[in-house]
């Protein structure tokens, strides 16, 4: 069965099937960068992480696109109050933005575009607009959509069904439709003086502003879409559901209305809130929390991330104390089990692993075709976990295939806690250490939590090597450049030694 997702756009579950064969273009609604994100913004981005890789897992290859909103209302009413420029102002949340992201083990995008880098493609759009009579310039010098204009306006968040009901005879004039349910929205806003106190304005032929946040997603959209060849059409768009309407609904009106074309994109993703302690998380109940407060108390990445992938996606979830420890204890097990199947691995295993593997791959592969059920997909790992510590338990060896399923199915959740990341390297086993291996190795790990273990122990095994040609001076120095990446070297007294990350 090929890989079927719900889709917004048409309220059903549908086949995914990209414009190009084998190739997935992806955007994503990234954060405003006014404050730090909090974790309820961070369930959507881990929902959007694992559609990559599952995609990724699935034979696409994925062109990922998320943006950082670095000019909207809020950004410049902080700003303002602070008396420095929107630049200054949303730098220090960016970066933090980022950290945080990997802090979760979200996969890096192959773009991470700005909204104030893309103001020429969003004065472009507004021109194109302006001239096809689909936006007005209004008496306050703003430039807005009309969407009465836009026929298609309505569709993703079901609008017209929502007007239908209400309407009394049902069937509804255009007026009320627009006087109901949505109005003309700002495309691009005229400079105020508090705009160009925090150096927030731009020149554009239709006069001197800033965009409109809406429009800011469509133009970098398309920019980049643009550069990488890849057309006009996205193939899938995601957020979060309080991104349906009205920003998605104005992206799908600006950018067709701009394109000519019928799609925005083909397949609309959207993922669920998350509720601290059963309240929709919000400044006003003082239930923000962040990931660098998870992180201050102590909380391992890979049991949020196991939590989050326990609820669907399109599920509301709840963070408590309680569920957090309970992730915390489940993906210990998991580490466990992770630890103790590593070292048990040979070349060849028995019969019995690879019975073990393909089910395994199975069951994922089928719940997470199925709109990426997740929660479906977790229960079969568990299972796994279950049934390879008894095969353990009876000695069975495993194989290289069985570990291979498993690496790859622990690449789509990344759920392991932290010191899973533990790599034990025997005292004889410094076959990576040979000059060549050395030379090979980059100075700074990859991105991806998986492939910097495999770094660092490309690394620890060289620096053994080293040692064992009594170079220590070389040895210290690769001790130091991973300490600076955190992973830790001990050396344990039988010679082996142990990379850690810490
Ligand atoms: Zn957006």
Redesign the pocket.
């Known amino acids: 069965m090929p890989l079927r997702l719900y889709n917004t756009l048409t309220q059903r579950v549908e086949p995914f099937e990209p414009i190009r064969p084998g190739q997935a273009t992806l955007y994503t609604?990234g954060p405003t960068i006014w404050n730090y994100a909090h974790i309820g913004n961070f369930r959507t981005f881990l929902f959007e992480d694992l559609l990559r890789r599952w995609l990724i897992a699935s034979g696409f290859k994925v062109f990922q696109i998320m943006?950082l909103t670095d000019v909207d209302d809020r950004i410049i009413r902080e700003a303002s109050a602070k008396g420095v420029a929107i630049g200054d102002f949303t730098a220090p949340y960016a970066e933090a933005f980022q950290q945080d992201r990997k802090w979760l083990r979200i996969q890096d995008a192959e773009e991470y575009p700005r909204a104030t880098g893309f103001i020429a493609p969003m004065i472009e759009l507004v021109q194109g607009l302006l001239a096809k009579g689909i936006a007005y310039k209004g008496e306050d010098g703003s430039v807005y959509f009309a969407i009465a204009r836009f026929p298609a306006y309505g569709k993703l968040s079901q609008l017209d069904k929502r007007q239908l009901k209400t309407g009394a005879s049902g069937r509804v004039s255009s007026d009320e439709y627009d006087k109901e349910n949505a109005q003309d929205f700002v495309l691009w806003k005229a400079a105020k003086p508090e705009d160009e106190a925090v150096a927030a304005a731009w020149d554009a032929p239709f006069g001197r502003g800033r965009p409109g946040w809406?429009l800011?997603?469509s133009a970098m959209a398309l920019a980049l879409l643009k550069q990488h060849g890849a057309g006009d059409v996205l193939d899938i768009h995601a957020?979060g559901v309080d991104?349906i309407f009205p920003?998605?609904e104005d992206?799908i009106a600006q950018s067709c209305a701009f394109t000519g074309q019928t799609y925005f994109a083909r397949y609309w993703l959207h993922g669920e809130f998350l509720n601290i302690r059963g309240t929709k998380m919000s400044k006003r109940f003082g239930n923000i929390t962040t990931p660098r407060d998870l992180r201050e108390d102590g909380v391992d990445p890979g049991a949020v991330r196991l939590l989050v992938f326990q609820a669907h996606y399109r599920q509301k979830m709840d963070l408590t104390d309680e569920s957090l420890a309970m992730a915390r204890e489940s993906a210990r097990r998991l580490g466990e089990f992770d630890e103790r199947f590593r070292e048990a691995s040979k070349a060849v295993g028995a019969d019995s692993w690879n019975e073990w593997a393909n089910t395994l791959e199975r069951r994922v592969a089928e719940a997470m075709d199925d709109d990426l059920n997740a929660p479906r997909a977790i229960a079969a790992v568990f299972d796994a976990a279950r049934e390879g510590n008894r095969l353990l338990d009876q000695r069975e060896a495993s194989g290289a295939g069985a570990l291979d399923a498993w690496n790859k199915i622990m690449g789509v959740f990344d759920p392991l806690p932290g010191t899973a990341a533990t790599v034990r390297i025997g005292a004889g086993d410094a076959r990576d250490g040979d000059p060549e291996t050395a030379a090979s190795l980059s100075a700074d790990p990859p991105a991806e939590a998986d492939q910097a273990t495999e770094w660092a122990r490309a690394w620890a095994s060289v620096r053994l090597a080293a040692k064992k040609q009594k170079n220590f001076a070389e040895a210290d120095r690769i001790r130091a450049m991973l300490k600076q990446h955190g992973f830790e070297i001990r050396d344990a007294k039988d010679g082996s030694i142990e990379v850690r990350r810490v």
Do not use: D
């Open positions: 609604c943006n809406h800011e997603c957020g991104l920003h998605h992206e």
